[in-house]
């Protein structure tokens, strides 16, 4: 710790962290622009002048940029000196020449950091009275806004966009006062994290696409701390609710996962809430008829259906206490896991490596700091976009270790880059076809799944001191690169996961991982596809599989069968469904919206989104996460436990329950706070203390004032009187203080800043258990491919479009492609196809060729989407030219990097 | 050019290349450096900073980065300065030279002219030159059987001036924005590429070559005053016969200006001059007498002899346009990555155009002023707007008549 001297006052700060952040991690008010939190200081906007003293006898000082300046010991400064003030106030006033007057029809006006800064720093006279600079907008895609007369020129966008996120189409362009930062022509941002410039941008020039189309002020709209449902990574949200229907996404600081940033998946794909597609009512279907059902019917449907046995078909994307409810309903005998067969047994072995003491599964924030990671056949910036993220700052530690050489402080972003400039830690990539990382990645190795379990078991091998056998001169080259980088770090990371259906790559992984394990357990992700797989996981047991649950269907020995929140003809062969579903005499199917699985029911039920509903999910590392109810449903819908038990639980029952009953769950019930841990008992308002026309709302319907709707089972009220969220962080929805309007105010509910939520807890770890450690697998062999001309097939995933509900928000679909096969140029060749070609597999399901040169020769990468059923496609497939016609969409806006449609 | 410029030939029968061969003969690294240190040379490209010091800042050694680079600073754009461009266009050998002998110093096997894009001669001249280099044995690898090898590549600019700042250069030849980089690192330790790099200006390694071939006491006896050597002078302006010069350091002003410039133009005075350049400070005829050295300039004239190119203000011409003009250009070329410079300059650029259209007012002069502050050093970035604010602040307080009589007139009171 260094002392510091700040307007007379001595504070204890950390002297490797810069003037500005330690300013701010005092809680003290000093403006900034350019430095970012996460991405550091470049002294570009010049906004943090302070004034330096040498010692105390110097009274004249200099000005300095605090952002620019180390927080050393003995440093004096002064934040409320005249001159420093005056320069503050200067810079503002330049920033805003030619910033329009436009804040009342501005959507980030409330929100906007340069309007705090402004109003911190004293500028409130425009004298500048000559003509103002003006610049065109572009259109930058259906996610993103762009109105660059708004810009201050802070360059936090592109140094977020292309230094942080590794995006290549967004640039600075001309220079001084004419400075530009867009495209180099029209058109969608391409990287998986554009959304964020939404809130990297201090002021209005990158604004939501989505949030225009129904847009409110942040202080209208009524939050509250969520969790994104996208995937398994578990990243915290703020959704924000309007009128009953869902407005936006924003992200939601926790310091161990999601940090500042979440991915274009999380933030734009909530629209299906609002859809119109939405089950609404109860209904039972008779013939071809559908009818409502009244309570009684619903009682009526229960008891009957518990006379017999029962099959309950979990969900991977419902919370636990959904799962929880309906193995209770039909009894752990016939709860079986939704999740195809092959999936479901690399899922219950991740849970196994869970418990091995060899292994520690990292938290992001853990993954961040990795100093060599190989990942093993899982496309994560597709299946785990954040953690994808992450890995790409793991490759900067090398930069941070130079820096350190070179007595430079890490957190002059700039300097560290020019000095590091191509070097990186090692990244090695196993995959199917050439991926996002790859820019990064210090080797890509391009196989089947075959081929990379078999090179990842090599590896292990070479590190426990082997000679493995049968590689080729070029896997051998790089096995050497990768012993050699993974041998020598510090902090290795192996990252893989279950979304290729593959259990020897995850068993490969683990190997590496158990070769690389000393005193200390080594670093280990394995991600799973959904955001509740390893919730719903911990409920069943490897031996329950679907494949029976279908079976028990289709043998007519059931009485009915309860499927919750899924969709089967996503998860098994649609043979074997449409069986299940046609003996089975009662299907009841729980959902949010209508699949090819409800239209086999005979009673659906609405469930609530996640925004309409408090539950709890269990992420990747085994983390726990409480997501609150945001807003209510407009509809009938209830949680799916809520259908389950019959209306005779309530949330802080079912989550107990959970907690008492079911084994891993034992922390659960520890996640939710009680009223009694806050003053005298009061509540926390989801609205704003600034919410307005809360008594008016429906007035152009009714002009009584409506009563504001109880929450009987939450901390939280729909109301805005209560305990301000800001007193305590740990139910933080939406982030303000005073004088901070903007989401640059989470620095006032930190520890210190990048540091823990005051009060907040960042989730907990259901399994921290440890068993003795295991043994590692058998190595397989590759078996040489037959000349049948067939090719072997592994799965492709995009972040927009292989997530079920988010496929269905309108603007995600924007950016979605039709299913494709990707297949090699000589594959291609010999096959007579080209590209954009309908391309039926196997003579079934039609999909649009897409040649790419990073793809092994006699193999093919499909992704399903929603229109093949990947259950229905063998693991060798045959492609023939199809006349038929496709969707429409084809592959526009397909973004990967080794597209070959220009030659073929 | 009063003459052709020299080819290797002709170079080399007037002891061109001499220094080479005294370093082959058996002078190591270390030798040269020492020697340039002895010296006293201070680089020529405005900062007067000690070029042996600065070569000694290059890590050497087992453990140093093996690849280093030698990066010529001839982006020559600073208002009023074409003292360069005639070493260039005059005696490209000479630079080559001394860029060799700064090369085999610090380690660098590849060295770049960053040039500036506008010199088409001096892109010919040089061109000539490497290829007879080359041929003669003087580039390539094992130069005169000692081992040593370099290659010279030749890079003319997009032309921004702020490419003439370093580290900004560095960026540019990188292929991205003409930004200047935080420092440290300095470029001597990590500079292209992340390698050690040396930036060194055209005239300070034209320097190197006299340095080795006659020796220290032989350049230390060519200044006249506290500085070694001798130096570009040049002035430009409306005086009798405009050009560059070789000079002694220390020659008083009033040489330059009267002997080598031939004084005013008939029918004008000396109402100010800018020392070296445009981003120097204004000075006045009383400071005629003083010393051409780095300290008596910065001492005695509150001004700085930067690039020693002079250009001269008559009493006939308006200050406030020429003020203005200067702006005009240090507005446009800010590179846009600090406010004060970014959009500081251009207010101040568009005050200057309602000066000369009549439109001034005492609210625009008391802006300006503040300007001068707040663009000053130490609250940029770079030295890029600090370097406006010279001939702005000075020109402020020396003309301030001029000024006001624009507002009260309601016009330019130099144009009928």
């Given at each position: 710790?260094a002392?510091i001297?700040?307007?007379g006052n001595e504070f204890?700060v950390?002297p490797?962290?810069?003037l500005?952040q330690?300013?701010?991690s005092l809680?003290l008010?000093?403006?900034y622009?350019?430095?970012?939190?996460c991405?550091?200081?470049v002294?570009a906007?010049?906004q943090?002048?302070?004034?330096?003293?040498r010692d105390e006898?110097d009274?004249?000082?200099?000005?300095?940029?605090?952002c620019?300046t180390?927080?050393s010991?003995g440093?004096?400064?002064?934040?409320?000196?005249?001159?420093?003030h005056?320069?503050r106030?200067?810079?503002?006033?330049s920033?805003?020449?030619s910033?329009?007057?436009?804040?009342?029809?501005?959507?980030?006006g409330?929100?906007?950091?340069?309007q705090d800064m402004?109003?911190m720093?004293g500028?409130?006279?425009?004298r500048?009275d000559?003509?103002?600079v003006?610049?065109?907008?572009?259109?930058?895609g259906p996610f993103?806004?762009?109105e660059?007369?708004?810009?201050i020129?802070?360059y936090r966008?592109?140094?977020?966009?292309d230094d942080y996120?590794?995006?290549?189409?967004?640039?600075?362009?001309a220079?001084?006062h004419?400075?530009?930062?867009g495209r180099?022509?029209?058109?969608?941002l391409?990287n998986e994290?554009?959304?964020n410039?939404?809130?990297?941008?201090?002021?209005?020039?990158?604004?939501d696409k989505?949030?225009?189309?129904?847009y409110?002020?942040?202080?209208?709209l009524?939050?509250?701390p969520?969790?994104?449902?996208?995937?398994?990574t578990?990243?915290n949200?703020t959704?924000?609710?309007r009128?009953?229907?869902?407005?936006?996404?924003?992200?939601?600081y926790?310091s161990?996962?999601?940090?500042?940033?979440i991915?274009d998946?999380?933030?734009f794909?909530?629209?299906y809430v609002?859809?119109?597609e939405r089950i609404?009512?109860?209904v039972q279907?008779?013939?071809d008829?559908s009818k409502?059902m009244?309570?009684e019917?619903?009682?009526e449907l229960f008891?009957?259906l518990a006379k017999?046995?029962?099959?309950g078909?979990g969900s991977?994307?419902s919370?636990?206490?959904?799962?929880?409810?309906l193995?209770k309903l039909v009894?752990e005998a016939?709860?079986?896991p939704?999740?195809?067969n092959?999936?479901?047994?690399i899922?219950?072995l991740i849970?196994?490596l869970?418990k091995?003491?060899?292994?520690?599964t990292p938290?992001?924030?853990?993954i961040?700091?990795a100093?060599?990671v190989?990942?093993i056949g899982?496309?994560i910036?597709n299946?785990?976009?954040?953690i994808?993220?992450?890995v790409?700052q793991?490759?900067?530690n090398k930069?941070?270790?130079?820096a350190?050489l070179?007595n430079i402080?890490?957190?002059q972003?700039a300097?560290?880059?020019?000095?590091?400039?191509q070097e990186r830690?090692?990244?090695?990539?196993?995959?199917n076809a050439a991926s996002?990382l790859?820019d990064?990645a210090q080797q890509?190795l391009?196989?089947?799944?075959?081929?990379?379990a078999?090179?990842?078991?090599a590896?292990?091998?070479a590190l426990?001191g082997g000679?493995?056998?049968?590689l080729?001169?070029?896997?051998e080259?790089?096995?050497l690169?990768v012993v050699?980088?993974?041998?020598?770090?510090?902090r290795p990371?192996?990252?893989?996961?279950s979304?290729?259906?593959?259990?020897?790559?995850v068993q490969?992984?683990?190997n590496?991982a158990?070769?690389l394990s000393?005193d200390q357990?080594?670093?280990?992700a394995l991600?799973?596809?959904e955001?509740?797989?390893?919730?719903?996981?911990l409920?069943v047991?490897?031996?329950?599989?679907l494949?029976t649950a279908l079976?028990?269907?289709s043998?007519?020995e059931?009485s009915g069968?309860?499927?919750?929140?899924?969709d089967?003809y996503?998860?098994?062969?649609?043979?074997?469904?449409?069986?299940a579903?046609l003996?089975?005499?009662?299907v009841?199917?729980?959902?949010?919206?209508h699949s090819?699985?409800t239209?086999k029911?005979?009673h659906?039920?609405?469930?609530?989104?996640?925004?309409?509903?408090?539950?709890?999910?269990?992420?990747?590392e085994?983390r726990a996460?409480?997501?609150f109810?945001v807003?209510?449903t407009v509809?009938?819908a209830?949680p799916?436990w809520k259908?389950?038990?019959n209306?005779?639980s309530?949330?802080n029952?079912?989550?107990?329950?959970?907690?008492d009953?079911a084994?891993?769950?034992?922390s659960?019930d520890g996640l939710?706070?009680?009223?009694?841990?806050?003053v005298v008992g009061?509540?926390i308002p989801r609205?704003?203390?600034?919410y307005?026309?809360?008594t008016a709302?429906?007035?152009?319907r009714?002009?009584h004032e409506?009563?504001?709707?109880?929450d009987n089972e939450s901390?939280?009220a729909?109301?805005?009187?209560g305990?301000?969220?800001?007193?305590?962080?740990s139910?933080?929805?939406?982030t303000?203080?005073?004088?901070?309007?903007s989401n640059?105010?989470?620095?006032?509910?930190?520890?210190e800043?990048?540091?823990?939520?005051?009060q907040?807890h960042t989730g907990?770890?259901l399994?921290t258990?440890?068993?003795?450690?295991?043994i590692p697998?058998q190595?397989i062999?590759?078996?040489?491919?037959?000349?049948s001309?067939?090719l072997?097939?592994?799965l492709a995933?995009q972040?927009?479009g292989?997530?079920?509900l988010?496929a269905?928000?309108p603007s995600?679909?924007?950016?979605m492609t039709?299913?494709?096969?990707a297949?090699?140029?000589?594959?291609a060749?010999r096959l007579?196809i080209?590209?954009g070609?309908a391309?039926?597999?196997?003579?079934?399901?039609?999909?649009v060729?897409?040649?790419?040169?990073?793809?092994s020769?006699?193999s093919c990468?499909v992704?399903?989407g929603?229109?093949?059923?990947?259950?229905?496609l063998?693991?060798?497939?045959?492609?023939?030219?199809t006349?038929?016609?496709?969707?429409?969409?084809?592959?526009s806006g397909?973004i990967v990097?080794?597209?070959c449609?220009?030659?073929y | 050019m009063?003459?052709?410029p020299?080819d290797?030939?002709a170079?080399?029968?007037?002891?061109?290349?001499?220094?080479l061969?005294?370093?082959a003969?058996?002078?190591?690294?270390?030798d040269v450096?020492?020697?340039?240190?002895?010296?006293?040379l201070?680089?020529?490209g405005?900062?007067?900073?000690p070029?042996?010091?600065?070569?000694?800042?290059?890590?050497?050694?087992e453990?140093?980065?093996?690849?280093?680079?030698?990066?010529v600073?001839?982006?020559?754009m600073?208002?009023?300065?074409f003292?360069?461009?005639?070493l260039?266009?005059?005696?490209?050998?000479l630079?080559?030279e001394?860029m060799?002998i700064s090369?085999y110093?610090?380690?660098?096997?590849?060295a770049y002219?960053?040039?500036r894009?506008e010199?088409h001669?001096?892109?010919?001249?040089?061109?000539?030159?490497?290829?007879?280099a080359?041929?003669k044995?003087?580039?390539?690898s094992?130069i005169?059987?000692?081992?040593?090898?370099?290659?010279?590549?030749l890079?003319t600019s997009?032309?921004?001036?702020?490419c003439?700042?370093?580290?900004?250069?560095?960026n540019?030849?990188?292929?991205?924005?003409a930004?200047?980089r935080?420092?440290p690192p300095?470029?001597?330790?990590?500079?292209?590429?992340?390698?050690?790099t040396i930036v060194?200006n055209?005239e300070?390694?034209?320097?190197l070559?006299g340095?080795i071939t006659?020796g220290?006491?032989?350049?230390?006896g060519l200044g006249q005053g506290?500085?070694?050597?001798?130096k570009m002078?040049?002035v430009s302006?409306r005086?009798k016969n405009p050009?560059v010069?070789?000079m002694?350091l220390?020659v008083?002003?009033?040489?330059?200006?009267?002997?080598?410039a031939?004084?005013?133009?008939?029918?004008?005075?000396l109402k100010?001059?800018?020392?070296?350049g445009?981003?120097t400070d204004?000075?006045?005829?009383?400071?005629?007498d003083?010393?051409?050295d780095?300290d008596e300039i910065?001492?005695?004239?509150g001004?700085?002899?930067?690039?020693?190119?002079?250009i001269v203000?008559d009493?006939?011409?308006?200050?406030?346009?020429?003020i203005?003009?200067?702006m005009k250009?240090?507005?446009?070329e800010s590179?846009?990555?600090?406010?004060?410079?970014r959009?500081g300059?251009p207010?101040?650029?568009?005050?200057?155009?309602?000066f000369?259209?009549g439109?001034?007012?005492?609210k625009?002069?008391s802006?300006l002023?503040?300007?001068?502050?707040?663009?000053?050093p130490?609250?940029?970035?770079c030295?890029?707007a600090?370097?406006a604010?010279a001939?702005l602040g000075?020109?402020l307080?020396?003309?301030?008549d001029d000024?006001?009589?624009?507002i009260?007139?309601k016009?330019?009171?130099y144009?009928?």
């Amino acid at each position: 710790m260094a002392k510091i001297v700040v307007d007379g006052n001595e504070f204890e700060v950390n002297p490797k962290n810069n003037l500005l952040q330690e300013c701010l991690s005092l809680g003290l008010d000093l403006p900034y622009f350019c430095w970012h939190p996460c991405m550091g200081s470049v002294g570009a906007c010049r906004q943090c002048a302070v004034k330096q003293y040498r010692d105390e006898n110097d009274e004249k000082g200099t000005i300095v940029m605090a952002c620019m300046t180390p927080a050393s010991d003995g440093a004096r400064i002064s934040i409320a000196d005249e001159q420093a003030h005056d320069m503050r106030e200067r810079v503002i006033e330049s920033l805003m020449i030619s910033h329009p007057h436009d804040c009342p029809v501005c959507e980030e006006g409330g929100e906007c950091h340069l309007q705090d800064m402004t109003l911190m720093s004293g500028h409130n006279y425009r004298r500048y009275d000559k003509k103002k600079v003006t610049h065109h907008n572009q259109y930058l895609g259906p996610f993103i806004n762009h109105e660059m007369n708004r810009c201050i020129t802070c360059y936090r966008c592109v140094r977020f966009y292309d230094d942080y996120a590794g995006g290549n189409d967004l640039s600075a362009q001309a220079s001084h006062h004419h400075t530009y930062f867009g495209r180099h022509e029209e058109g969608t941002l391409e990287n998986e994290f554009s959304g964020n410039l939404v809130e990297v941008c201090p002021t209005g020039v990158f604004t939501d696409k989505v949030f225009s189309q129904a847009y409110t002020r942040k202080w209208d709209l009524q939050t509250a701390p969520s969790v994104c449902t996208g995937c398994s990574t578990g990243c915290n949200i703020t959704p924000g609710e309007r009128y009953g229907s869902l407005r936006r996404i924003v992200n939601r600081y926790n310091s161990e996962v999601n940090g500042y940033f979440i991915c274009d998946r999380g933030r734009f794909g909530w629209e299906y809430v609002n859809g119109e597609e939405r089950i609404k009512t109860p209904v039972q279907v008779v013939g071809d008829e559908s009818k409502g059902m009244s309570d009684e019917e619903i009682d009526e449907l229960f008891n009957d259906l518990a006379k017999g046995v029962v099959i309950g078909i979990g969900s991977p994307r419902s919370s636990n206490e959904s799962n929880y409810a309906l193995r209770k309903l039909v009894g752990e005998a016939n709860f079986y896991p939704g999740i195809a067969n092959n999936e479901h047994a690399i899922n219950q072995l991740i849970l196994e490596l869970h418990k091995d003491k060899a292994f520690h599964t990292p938290s992001v924030r853990e993954i961040e700091r990795a100093d060599a990671v190989i990942i093993i056949g899982e496309d994560i910036t597709n299946t785990a976009p954040r953690i994808a993220l992450a890995v790409r700052q793991s490759v900067r530690n090398k930069a941070s270790e130079l820096a350190e050489l070179n007595n430079i402080p890490v957190w002059q972003d700039a300097a560290v880059r020019e000095l590091a400039q191509q070097e990186r830690g090692p990244l090695f990539i196993l995959s199917n076809a050439a991926s996002r990382l790859d820019d990064v990645a210090q080797q890509t190795l391009i196989g089947t799944c075959a081929e990379q379990a078999q090179f990842a078991f090599a590896v292990a091998e070479a590190l426990e001191g082997g000679t493995p056998a049968g590689l080729t001169e070029q896997q051998e080259k790089v096995l050497l690169e990768v012993v050699e980088a993974l041998r020598h770090a510090k902090r290795p990371l192996v990252v893989s996961g279950s979304s290729n259906g593959s259990i020897e790559m995850v068993q490969a992984a683990s190997n590496i991982a158990r070769a690389l394990s000393g005193d200390q357990p080594s670093h280990m992700a394995l991600v799973f596809p959904e955001v509740n797989t390893m919730g719903l996981e911990l409920l069943v047991g490897p031996e329950q599989k679907l494949s029976t649950a279908l079976e028990r269907c289709s043998s007519g020995e059931v009485s009915g069968v309860i499927v919750l929140e899924n969709d089967l003809y996503r998860r098994a062969p649609t043979a074997a469904v449409d069986n299940a579903l046609l003996q089975a005499d009662t299907v009841v199917v729980l959902d949010q919206m209508h699949s090819a699985t409800t239209s086999k029911a005979t009673h659906v039920f609405p469930v609530t989104a996640f925004s309409e509903q408090e539950s709890t999910y269990v992420n990747y590392e085994s983390r726990a996460q409480l997501s609150f109810q945001v807003h209510q449903t407009v509809t009938d819908a209830k949680p799916g436990w809520k259908w389950l038990t019959n209306g005779d639980s309530d949330i802080n029952s079912i989550i107990k329950d959970c907690s008492d009953e079911a084994e891993g769950f034992g922390s659960l019930d520890g996640l939710v706070p009680r009223l009694s841990q806050f003053v005298v008992g009061l509540k926390i308002p989801r609205q704003s203390h600034r919410y307005s026309g809360r008594t008016a709302m429906i007035a152009n319907r009714n002009v009584h004032e409506p009563k504001q709707p109880e929450d009987n089972e939450s901390v939280m009220a729909f109301s805005m009187e209560g305990m301000p969220a800001m007193k305590d962080a740990s139910i933080l929805g939406s982030t303000w203080a005073p004088s901070w309007n903007s989401n640059q105010s989470i620095s006032k509910f930190q520890e210190e800043v990048n540091g823990e939520l005051k009060q907040g807890h960042t989730g907990t770890l259901l399994l921290t258990e440890k068993t003795e450690t295991g043994i590692p697998f058998q190595p397989i062999q590759v078996e040489g491919g037959g000349d049948s001309g067939q090719l072997t097939l592994s799965l492709a995933f995009q972040i927009f479009g292989s997530e079920e509900l988010s496929a269905r928000s309108p603007s995600i679909q924007k950016r979605m492609t039709d299913a494709y096969v990707a297949l090699a140029p000589v594959d291609a060749a010999r096959l007579e196809i080209s590209h954009g070609d309908a391309v039926a597999i196997n003579g079934g399901p039609v999909a649009v060729a897409c040649i790419r040169e990073k793809i092994s020769e006699g193999s093919c990468v499909v992704h399903c989407g929603a229109q093949i059923n990947p259950h229905d496609l063998a693991g060798a497939v045959s492609l023939t030219k199809t006349s038929e016609s496709l969707p429409g969409k084809g592959l526009s806006g397909l973004i990967v990097s080794d597209l070959c449609e220009e030659s073929y | 050019m009063s003459r052709p410029p020299l080819d290797i030939g002709a170079y080399e029968a007037n002891d061109g290349y001499q220094s080479l061969h005294k370093i082959a003969a058996g002078m190591s690294a270390a030798d040269v450096l020492e020697t340039i240190k002895s010296s006293g040379l201070k680089g020529r490209g405005g900062a007067g900073f000690p070029t042996g010091l600065k070569w000694s800042f290059v890590p050497q050694g087992e453990s140093s980065p093996q690849q280093k680079y030698l990066v010529v600073n001839a982006d020559e754009m600073e208002p009023g300065t074409f003292k360069d461009r005639l070493l260039m266009e005059g005696d490209p050998h000479l630079l080559l030279e001394g860029m060799i002998i700064s090369a085999y110093t610090i380690g660098a096997s590849i060295a770049y002219i960053f040039l500036r894009g506008e010199y088409h001669g001096s892109v010919k001249t040089l061109k000539k030159a490497i290829a007879e280099a080359y041929e003669k044995g003087y580039l390539g690898s094992d130069i005169l059987g000692t081992g040593y090898g370099l290659d010279i590549i030749l890079h003319t600019s997009a032309g921004r001036y702020i490419c003439g700042e370093e580290t900004a250069l560095l960026n540019a030849l990188e292929g991205k924005r003409a930004n200047p980089r935080a420092k440290p690192p300095f470029p001597q330790v990590s500079g292209l590429w992340g390698k050690p790099t040396i930036v060194n200006n055209v005239e300070t390694l034209c320097n190197l070559p006299g340095i080795i071939t006659y020796g220290i006491d032989w350049y230390q006896g060519l200044g006249q005053g506290a500085d070694a050597g001798t130096k570009m002078f040049g002035v430009s302006g409306r005086v009798k016969n405009p050009g560059v010069w070789e000079m002694p350091l220390g020659v008083t002003i009033r040489e330059l200006l009267e002997d080598k410039a031939g004084g005013m133009q008939d029918g004008l005075g000396l109402k100010a001059f800018l020392p070296g350049g445009g981003s120097t400070d204004f000075m006045l005829p009383e400071h005629l007498d003083l010393a051409l050295d780095y300290d008596e300039i910065s001492q005695k004239g509150g001004s700085r002899l930067a690039t020693g190119t002079m250009i001269v203000l008559d009493d006939q011409t308006c200050p406030v346009g020429m003020i203005g003009n200067l702006m005009k250009f240090f507005a446009h070329e800010s590179c846009g990555f600090c406010t004060p410079c970014r959009d500081g300059l251009p207010w101040v650029d568009t005050i200057f155009r309602d000066f000369e259209a009549g439109r001034g007012s005492e609210k625009d002069l008391s802006i300006l002023k503040e300007q001068v502050d707040y663009m000053g050093p130490g609250r940029t970035f770079c030295a890029l707007a600090p370097g406006a604010t010279a001939p702005l602040g000075s020109g402020l307080k020396y003309f301030e008549d001029d000024f006001k009589e624009h507002i009260q007139q309601k016009r330019c009171t130099y144009r009928n």
